[in-house]
C-alpha cells in the first residue's frame, strides 16, 4: 500500500492554471500507475488522467486533453497534474491514486476500479 496526500489545490480564474501535486509514500513508488480523479457536486467521479509507472504511457480524458498535463517524477516519489485554461465545469474534488503493477495499457489506466491506493482529494474551484 501507498500513502498519498494532495496539497496544492485552491481558487482560480477561469482561464487561470494550477498545479497539483500528489506525494506517495510507504511502497516503491516506481512501481506504480498513477492517476488523477475528479469529483463534482452531485455527480460521480470522474477519470481525468494517468500515467504509467515509468512515465512512458499518459492518457488523459477528452474533457481536459490539450489542457492538462499529468507527470512524475520517481526519484522524488511525486505525481503532479497540471491545469491550464481552467474552465468553471473543472471545479472538482481532485484525488490521486494508484496502484502497482498496473503496465501501461491506457485501458487499465483510466479505469477507477483498477486502483486501490486513494489520497484524501483536494479542492479545486474555478470562478467565472
Known amino acids: 500500500q501507498v500513502q498519498l496526500v494532495e496539497p496544492g489545490g485552491g481558487l482560480v480564474q477561469a482561464g487561470g492554471s494550477l498545479r497539483l501535486s500528489c506525494a506517495a509514500s510507504g511502497r516503491t513508488f516506481s512501481n506504480y500507475a498513477m492517476g488523477w480523479f475528479r469529483q463534482a457536486p452531485g455527480k460521480e467521479r470522474e477519470f481525468v488522467a494517468a500515467?504509467?509507472?515509468?512515465?512512458?504511457?499518459?492518457v488523459y480524458a477528452d474533457s481536459v486533453k490539450g489542457r492538462f498535463t499529468i507527470s512524475r517524477d520517481n526519484a522524488k516519489n511525486t505525481v503532479s497534474l497540471q491545469m491550464n485554461s481552467l474552465k468553471t465545469e473543472d471545479t472538482a474534488v481532485y484525488y490521486c491514486a494508484g496502484e502497482v503493477n498496473v503496465g501501461s495499457p491506457v485501458h487499465l489506466l483510466r479505469d477507477m476500479a483498477v486502483y486501490g491506493d486513494w489520497g484524501q482529494g483536494t479542492q479545486v474551484t474555478v470562478a467565472s
Open positions: 500515467i504509467s509507472w515509468n512515465g512512458g504511457s499518459t
